[in-house]
């Protein structure tokens, strides 16, 4: 126990080192066996919120409200996106099944094919799903596409540190942000406990029909974005499915690394960072090592 908590200690003195403050959780999915550091209070999600969205779709497709080939008209999204991939980069209305909606939102966090989604389950809806599964600590409220509609976006590049000086800057009390996609009484967002419980019941479902959970799993692991947890998590005999978020100073993600005896481990990695760039692969790589360093004390 003292040897743990000297890991932890140190862990987090490497985070602020490289200029992030985090909230992290290892926990081993059938002994739930867990080391954490730091892990009160909410954050927002940014596209984390895409994992609670699938599911929520999910459950319609195997209640038979939603058809997965359904299809969807999906028009381009509007200049400057934030979504690298995806249909956020068609340049045409298109056609999409609802399925491969789901494919562009979780494996390559599309934030044009998760506003299509939640034309069709909205914010509300999935809230209510959480909260009928007794998945407290999760709030969902709003569309991707305010994300895309912060001071960055109105800024020039030369200006864009001016944006994530702002992002850092909280009131002295209370919940409240100037930015209001990062005042977690407004947007999306959560507290690490409560997205850890949401991985728990996706990889050892009880209340989550099987399949649903099944589904949702295999579209973790096509997650492409593969340069913060990824590197120190996944080889040849352990798989990491995950889905990352990233807004403004917010670096996260959340996943299970699926070893090849059989062992899971879940992590959930919520940070802030006080850098003002877009840019970061010392702190990416910092917390992938903090993960890592988490992840083995159970291991």
Known sequence: MIERKKVVRAVGAELENAGLSARIIARDLDSN??????????????????????????NRIGAGDL?????????????????????????????????????????????????ALLELVPAAEVQRDLDALGLRGIDIRHRLDALT????????????????????TRPPQGDGH?????????????????????????????????????????????????????????????????????????RHEIGVVDHADGQSIAIVALSESCNP?????????ALGAAARALHDLLR
């Open 178 to 250: 100037r930015i209001w996609q990062l005042d977690v009484s407004r947007a999306n967002s959560a507290a690490a406990r409560g997205l850890m419980s949401l991985l728990a019941e996706v990889w050892r479902p009880e209340r989550v029909d099987p399949g649903v959970a099944a589904r949702l799993r295999e579209l973790m692991s096509g997650n492409i974005v593969r340069n913060r947890l990824a590197p120190d998590l996944m080889s040849d005999s352990a798989r990491w499915s995950s889905k990352t978020g990233t807004l403004l100073h917010l």
């Open 149 to 168: 509609m912060t001071p960055l976006e109105s800024l020039d590049r030369t200006d864009a540190h001016l944006a994530y000086d702002l992002a850092q």
């Open 277 to 285: 760039a877009s840019v970061q692969p010392a702190a990416e790589a």
């Open 33 to 58: 066996a867990e080391v954490v550091l730091s892990p009160d209070g909410a954050l927002p999600l940014a596209s984390l919120v895409k994992v609670p969205v699938a599911l929520a779709v999910l």
């Open 67 to 115: 058809s997965a080939d359904e299809q969807v008209q999906v028009a381009p999204a509007a200049t400057g996106s934030a979504s690298p991939t995806g249909a956020a980069r068609f340049r045409h209305p298109a056609r999409i099944a609802i399925e491969d909606l789901l494919t562009l939102a979780v494996c390559f966090s599309d934030n044009t094919a998760a506003d």
